[in-house]
């Protein structure tokens, strides 16, 4: 388990608390697969965009998703398994899909392009 230290100046001493980790996304299906060279819609299927804020409430956990290194646009993260987004034009071949998460842990499959 990961710790953090919280310090107390009321008290000046140090405390151990337990260090909020996130689940690390990933990447399952990408569709259309393959995906269309003049762009389009794009859904991606996984786990863990979304996780749990603590209050019965979701919190995004994803910044962004980029193919061959060029971000997607109008990103949305419909649920903690499925997000939507839109793509430009790919050239035929592999497209290497990485999911950026905002906790630090990214995702990757590669995809094509036909």
Do not use: E
């Not at 405390?15 to 389009?40: C, E, K, M, Q």
């Not at 971000?71 to 939507?84: E, K, Q």
């Not at 035929?92 to 905002?102: D, L, P």
Request: charged share 10%.
């Amino acid at each position: 388990m990961m710790w953090n230290w919280l310090a107390s100046r009321k008290n000046a001493r140090l405390r151990r608390i337990p260090a909020i980790t996130y689940p690390r996304p990933t990447i399952t299906a990408v569709s259309p697969d393959p995906l269309l060279l003049a762009g389009g819609s794009v859904t991606i299927t996984g786990t863990d965009f979304s996780v749990p804020d603590g209050s019965g409430g979701t919190l995004g956990n994803v910044d962004s998703v980029l193919f061959n290194g060029t971000a997607l646009t109008s990103l949305a993260i419909v649920s903690a398994t499925s997000l939507s987004a839109i793509y430009g034009a790919q050239s035929i071949g592999t497209v290497h899909v990485w999911v950026r998460s905002s906790t630090g842990g990214d995702a990757y499959k590669a995809s094509s392009a036909a």
